[in-house]
């Protein structure tokens, strides 16, 4: 089955740094790459997603890049603010299925 | 966007006793629903597809028999946690994708069980 791995656990930056949130994924056939956003006690919930037959995708100051001969893609995250402070996952999921796979959860805390 | 809601979205119960947990797609049909677990500060861990009108698919390691999922309609399904101890205590949440679609999920807002 596929396999998701999201790096860093922990991150922590200063209010206005960039940050960036990486997975990797096993299953060469997934084509659907989502990331929530998970805030305590609270549903996670879509931020931004890309499929495989697109490599980037801007959305404000939220981006994702996708690299399908590596297998993994990324979060990126600019001017970061003190409400961008949350949990963060990644999943891919293909067709068929369409069961997700999610990664492991980035928490990131935005200092003011 | 769609939305599923689920209930209750916290629960206190006595151990030994059941629970059922309810997740319901307001404003669209879901022939697939998805149960997950989630330990604080820690990621969903899928416990079993739910399939309208069949039986549910348990992850590995599972107990279907101590987790009882029902998806009777193809906008409700629901979760019943038998003879509860405390271990089973945690986060619960459910999600569901529009019909066809490899696509987000929109996730319940989740239930808090607490087994005493």
């Known amino acids: 089955g596929e396999n998701v791995e999201q790096h860093p656990s922990t991150l922590s930056v200063q209010e206005g740094d960039s940050a960036v949130i990486k997975c990797t994924y096993s299953?060469?056939?997934?084509?659907?790459f989502p990331w929530y956003k998970q805030e305590l006690g609270k549903r996670p919930q879509l931020i931004i997603d890309?499929?495989?037959?697109?490599g980037e995708k801007k959305d404000q100051r939220i981006a994702v890049t996708l690299n399908k001969t590596a297998k993994h893609f990324s979060l990126h995250i600019t001017e970061t603010q003190p409400e961008d402070s949350a949990v963060y996952f990644c999943?891919?999921?293909?067709?068929?299925?369409?069961?997700?796979?999610f990664g492991r959860g980035t928490s990131l805390i935005v200092h003011p | 966007g769609a939305v599923v809601s689920q209930h209750p979205s916290w629960v206190i119960c006595k151990s030994g006793t059941s629970v059922k947990i309810e997740c319901r797609s307001l404003?669209?049909?879901?022939?697939?629903m998805f149960w997950y677990r989630q330990f604080p500060k820690q990621s969903l861990m899928l416990m079993a597809t739910?399939?309208?009108?069949?039986?549910?698919?348990?992850e590995q390691g599972v107990e279907k028999d101590k987790f009882l999922i029902n998806h009777a309609s193809l906008t409700l399904s629901t979760l019943t946690v038998t003879s509860a101890h405390p271990e089973d205590s945690s986060f619960y949440i459910c999600?569901?994708?529009?019909?066809?679609?490899?696509?987000?999920?929109?996730f319940g807002q989740g239930t808090r069980l607490t087994v005493v």
């Open positions: 999600s569901a994708n529009l019909i066809g679609g490899n696509t987000e999920a929109f």
């Open positions: 299953d060469s056939a997934s084509n659907y």
């Open positions: 890309i499929r495989s037959n697109v």
């Open positions: 999943a891919a999921s293909k067709g068929g299925s369409y069961i997700p796979t």
């Open positions: 404003d669209f049909q879901a022939t697939t």
């Open positions: 739910s399939n309208e009108g069949s039986k549910a698919t348990y």
